[in-house]
């Protein structure tokens, strides 16, 4: 009886391993899923994507952890896949609880570079904890976007 439970058990352990390793998004995956947004903002336009961006039954854009935000230049959110209640918000000034202005830092890089990686902490949506995350943003026309992943 032992031993059917252990290899009952151990068997079980096996199945999971896969699940948890693909439980968070990569950040190759989250570069392409600017990349997605970007191919909609460019062939639908502006609202049709906020939209999209914003809907949590659209599967392109919600993909376990990973989620698009949209912000205006001027740090105004525009689009939020796992926060709706930051829309229309002007969001400029936020900090992180390192005191870094995540929002302003990105949109700079946006700005300046064209796009680029950000290192800063923000609420996991799967578990509402403080996490440490790298978001890539580029710039879309007036508007930039960014996608990020829990590290």
Known sequence: MRFILSTLLLSLSVVAWPAGAAEFGTKEEA?????????????????ATFKAVSDKSVPEFHDRDLYPFIYDFSGLNVAHGA???????????????????????????????GGGWYDYKWPNPINNKIEDKASYVEKMGDYWVGVGVYR
Request: charged letters at 35%.
């Open 31 to 47: 570069v392409a899923m600017v990349k997605r947004v970007q191919a909609m903002f460019k062939a639908k336009g502006a609202e």
């Open 83 to 113: 926060r709706p209640a930051l829309i229309g918000k002007n969001l400029i000034a936020l900090k992180d609880q390192d005191g870094k202005f995540l929002v302003r830092d990105m949109r700079d890089i946006a700005q300046t570079k």
